[in-house]
């Protein structure tokens, strides 16, 4: 009897040992403490003797990544405000923090400009004077046409039923240039996260959202697009309209990138980063094996 009872202890004991030993071989580390993004994340990277660990960003919903050959990393995007990031292994914490990065606008505010630009490059050159002359002159002339009212009621209804003409040829063209650019538009809303809100086969438009706040854009290209003239053209309307929502100056940019652009066409393979700023603007380009890759950040 004494045996069976000495024999379960020791039993027990083994056992609690293992979990021991189970808990101290699960070790975890991070590469930092404190991140910056860059471009629109930061690359948050450690090792584990786990097959997976957790993250969690503040209170939100945690995820989980595969741990390979010993190393794990997980992308956190970038936020007005610090953030604290839990990472789990077995029984194992690390917190660590993302620092805060400045956004570049206003999504709704930034949306609604882009999208007037791009449906304004559609339009008649014509049109597109007529329309920044209204734009510019509206309330004077409805001043003007109220004190010729007054002199000439007959004269000023007159002049009224034109600039009323007018107006509706110049809204059924505008109707015109925002079914040819639909494609091209922004969406006026963006849920928080990182997502493509242009898609095409030239270019590709990704935005990180959060809280209303547009933190980085990136324009993506595939290289063998710009070796065709159809390929830079879109690019290069896309870039500019960007760069000029962004209060940046798009010839100077641009300008800058020619070499980046020459790199394109003759080696695909490069991938040389380069920083250009613009108005508190930055601009970073790179490459992967067939895309070009830029981002606009603060």
């Known amino acids: 009897m004494a045996q ?4 379960k202890r020791l039993l027990g004991a083994l056992g609690f040992l293992a979990v021991i030993l189970a808990g101290c071989s699960t070790s975890l580390t991070t590469n930092k403490t404190t991140y910056h993004p860059t471009a629109l994340t930061a690359v ?6 786990t097959k997976q660990v957790t993250y969690q960003v503040a209170d939100h919903a945690k995820h989980q990544v595969a741990v390979n050959a010993g190393t794990y990393f997980f992308q956190v995007p970038a936020a007005p405000t610090d953030q604290k990031v839990t990472v789990t292994a077995g029984h194992q914490h690390k917190t660590v923090t993302v620092k805060a990065t400045k956004s570049l606008a206003n999504y709704q505010t930034f949306a609604k400009q882009y999208n007037q630009m791009v449906i304004g490059s559609y339009l008649p050159s014509k049109a597109q004077k007529q329309l920044q002359t209204a734009q510019k002159t509206q309330a004077q002339t409805k001043q003007k046409l109220a004190a010729l009212a007054k002199r000439d009621p007959a ?23 925002k ?9 006026t809303t963006a849920k928080n996260g990182i ?3 242009i898609s095409t086969k030239d270019t590709v438009v990704r935005a990180n959202v959060q ?29 500019a309209l960007l760069g000029s929502t962004l209060k940046a100056n ?3 940019v641009i300008k800058k990138f020619e070499k980046v652009l020459k790199d394109a066409k003759s080696n695909s393979s490069s991938t040389k980063t380069k920083t250009i700023r613009s108005n508190n603007i930055r601009f970073n380009t790179g490459f992967s094996t067939d ?5 606009m950040t603060k």
Request: net charge positive; aromatic share 6%.
């Open 4 to 7: 069976k009872i000495m024999k």
């Open 44 to 49: 948050i990277k450690g090792d584990a003797k």
């Open 155 to 177: 004269a000023a209804a007159t002049v009224a039923k034109q600039q009323q003409a007018a107006a509706q040829k110049l809204q059924g063209q505008l109707a015109t240039a």
């Open 179 to 187: 079914r040819q650019a639909k494609d091209q538009l922004l969406p």
């Open 195 to 197: 997502h493509n809100l």
């Open 211 to 239: 809280d209303k706040h547009l933190m980085g854009l990136a324009l993506i290209v595939p290289t063998k697009q710009m070796k065709t003239k159809t390929g830079q053209r879109h690019f290069g309307t896309t870039f």
């Open 250 to 252: 798009p010839q100077y």
């Open 291 to 295: 895309h070009l890759y830029i981002y």
